[in-house]
């Protein structure tokens, strides 16, 4: 067979092929954004997403979603804009949801023993599937950006409520008032992380009364259509082919 | 000459792997926090620790135990270091081996960080409640905010049983009882699962038909819009709405079930109360002092007054945690870890009773191996070459009195 001849023979074996070629493709893209999305999300977002007791009605709902559309933005961009796929920012958050479990359950509990209800991970699942769906209906980066952007800062605190909710329970505590995340990052003890360095309910929302979450993610969605934004061109440049020959 | 290189190129694979097995077989624990390899100035000049207690050697699981002490705040702190105004009393123990069941300054419950004024003494406490068997290292600790960690002395305490017996009970101001270490983690587990099947259900609709090869032959030929279908919209319009009904159904049904949350607490604790120490009856002057490298001595020459009406003699000589004692004067007898600690380190040439009104110039030495094996022999590096520390005085009643001392250094090399 020369270098010119086709591998497959019939129609039958080349959809064969198609199919084998999109499960590892799948398979390979899967774990190479869990990697890089990881690795980004751990530094940039760090402790607002491994501790119960960073996560609070300010900078936890500001700083997760603008720091986590970044790689949705850009994959998006490749996967919508070269094969009409309408997966990308799903496809983003479920490898980061798998890769931070990993990491908290090996790592955070297997490793050095925090219980799971202190270090469990953020879900950024609804968010990731609305910016999907609105790509897939309008065809239009701009409108994505700003409703799917909108919507993913949005969406955050709601969809973590139910997680978080347990663990905002008030206690009296050696008559000082706590919540149990709180407890908890008492409790379980972090050498390295001084109570000072927590960067939690620091703000000027006090205008706002207890309302301040509401306030924080309509905060979030506005900046996260910006970081849509800048992220999806990111997206473009690093999934076009002009370097490659012949292209 | 092949042959050569062929043997070099063999041997050394060998070496490799010889080098990384062993790396694999001996992995030490790391069963220390650094203590020694902070700078000697920082330990000297920053944070005191005197009259520590550890309650216990060894611990069940789920029984508490105690490290009481007082830490004095050093006057002479060091420019470099930022000030102890936010602060916090932290413990330094290798991870959640046990919990900190509570922590005191002065009295005060200290969740949170706290401001220390220079110069002051505080008593502390902090109350463990063994988590994890093993022997772990525990010491005090206190952080500054951009000034670091500064730890005290540590000493190891064995902690027994099993860490599944482990319990964590709270009662919650609205009556529920839970055990922290296991709370909400079904729940958790359940709504990742949740939002994760759901994801995968999203991509898995995507899936079922050919992805890549098809779509880009299809993309390059113009024919982007043959890819999308109606029912894929309908599809992903579903997932969109279904997605933003769950969400809202679920906060609403969690706001029922929690109707009472607060958020996170946080902030400085201010005016925490110090010691109120009796005043000074002794006064030291450091006329000069030198550290002999090559003897891991410090000399000190220094005027003592006693200005009290009962007569005095130096017991103890405390700096970085390392106390040298006099044992004429003073013995141990509190448990102290003896990495720590020079019974027979500290040397006065006249070490008699100093009566009420007498001053004395006396040469005292500090000397021990804790030197060298601290790194506190360091101090002769610093760019600010001074040292710091405690001198404890016993009178007539057995009572103890601490006079801080805080001068130059001149180091010795012969």
Not at chain 1, 43 to 67: E, Y
Request: aromatic share 14%.
């Amino acid at each position: 067979m020369s270098a010119s001849q086709s591998a497959v023979r019939s129609r039958a074996e080349a959809v064969k092929v198609s199919r084998t070629f999109d499960w590892l493709i799948c398979f390979t893209l899967f774990f190479v954004i869990l990697g890089g999305y990881h690795v980004h999300f751990m530094l940039v977002a760090g402790d607002w997403d491994f501790w119960s007791d960073w996560k609070d009605r300010r900078l936890w709902v500001t700083v997760l979603p603008i720091m986590g559309i970044t790689f949705p933005a850009a994959v998006q961009a490749v996967l919508w804009w070269r094969y009409r796929i309408a997966f990308g920012a799903t496809l983003c958050v479920l490898g980061l949801l798998f890769g931070e479990w990993v990491n908290r359950y090996f790592n955070f509990w297997g490793w050095t023993y925090f219980p799971i209800n202190f270090v469990f991970p953020s879900q950024l699942i609804p968010g990731a599937i609305v910016l999907d769906v609105v790509l897939l209906l309008s065809n239009s980066m701009q409108l994505t950006a700003v409703v799917g952007g909108l919507g993913f800062g949005l969406l955050f605190y709601p969809g973590n409520w139910p997680m978080m909710a347990p663990l905002h329970l008030p206690v009296e505590y050696n008559g000082m008032m706590m919540t149990l995340a709180d407890l908890s990052g008492y409790h379980y003890v972090r050498t390295g992380m001084p109570e000072y360095i927590r960067m939690v309910e620091k703000g000027t929302l006090r205008t706002f009364g207890k309302d301040v979450a509401p306030v924080s993610a309509f905060f979030s969605g506005f900046v996260s259509i910006i970081v849509y934004f800048v992220w999806h061109f990111f997206g473009r440049w690093f999934g076009n082919t002009a370097f490659t020959k012949g292209s | 000459m092949k042959l050569i290189k062929d043997k070099v190129a063999k041997l050394s694979f060998v070496a490799l792997l010889i080098t990384v097995t062993a790396a694999m077989f001996y992995a030490p624990a790391a069963s220390a926090h650094g203590e020694k390899s902070q700078a000697a100035f920082m330990r000297m000049r920053t944070i005191h620790w005197y009259d520590l207690n550890w309650s216990k050697d060894a611990v069940p699981v789920n029984d508490t135990m105690t490290v009481t002490g007082k830490f004095h705040v050093f006057a002479g702190w060091p420019e470099t270091v930022a000030k102890p105004e936010v602060s916090f009393l932290n413990i330094g123990i290798p991870g959640p081996v046990f919990i900190r069941a509570g922590s005191w300054i002065g009295g005060q419950l200290v969740p949170r960080s706290v401001s220390l004024e220079l110069g002051e003494t505080y008593e502390f406490k902090v109350l463990l409640k063994a988590r994890r068997p093993g022997d772990w290292h525990v010491h005090s600790m206190l952080n500054v905010q951009d000034g670091g960690p500064i730890i005290g002395p540590g000493k190891w305490v064995t902690i027994t049983g099993s860490m599944s017996q482990f319990t964590n009970p709270i009662t919650t101001l609205t009556g529920q009882t839970i055990d922290l270490e296991h709370w909400n983690i079904g729940n958790i587990y359940f709504w990742h699962a949740f939002w994760y099947a759901i994801g995968l259900a999203y991509i898995g609709y995507w899936v079922k038909s050919p992805v890549f090869v098809p779509r880009l032959i299809a993309m390059d030929a113009g024919k982007a819009d043959s890819l999308i279908s109606a029912t894929d919209k309908k599809v992903g319009l579903g997932f969109a709405i279904a997605t933003l009904l769950i969400v809202a159904a679920t906060m609403q049904s969690t706001n029922e079930q929690y109707p009472i949350t607060t958020p996170l607490q946080a902030g400085l604790l201010r005016g925490i109360k110090s010691i109120e120490m009796p005043a000074r009856t002794v006064a030291v002057k450091v006329d000069s002092a030198t550290y002999r490298v090559p003897g891991r001595a410090m000399q000190m020459t220094l005027t003592i007054t006693n200005n009290g009406d009962s007569s005095v003699r130096l017991g103890e000589f405390m700096t970085a945690s390392v106390r040298f004692l006099d044992p004429a004067v003073h013995e141990d007898d509190t448990g102290y870890p003896d990495d720590l600690l020079a019974e027979e380190g500290l040397t006065v040439s006249d070490n008699s009773p100093i009566a009420p009104g007498q001053t004395r110039t006396v040469d005292v030495t500090a000397s021990d191996a804790a030197w060298e094996v601290y790194r506190l022999a360091d101090l002769i590096y610093d760019p600010d070459s001074r040292f710091a520390g405690l001198l404890f005085f016993t009178d007539e009643s057995g009572n103890r009195q601490m006079v801080t001392v805080d001068a130059p250094l001149i180091p010795s090399f012969i």
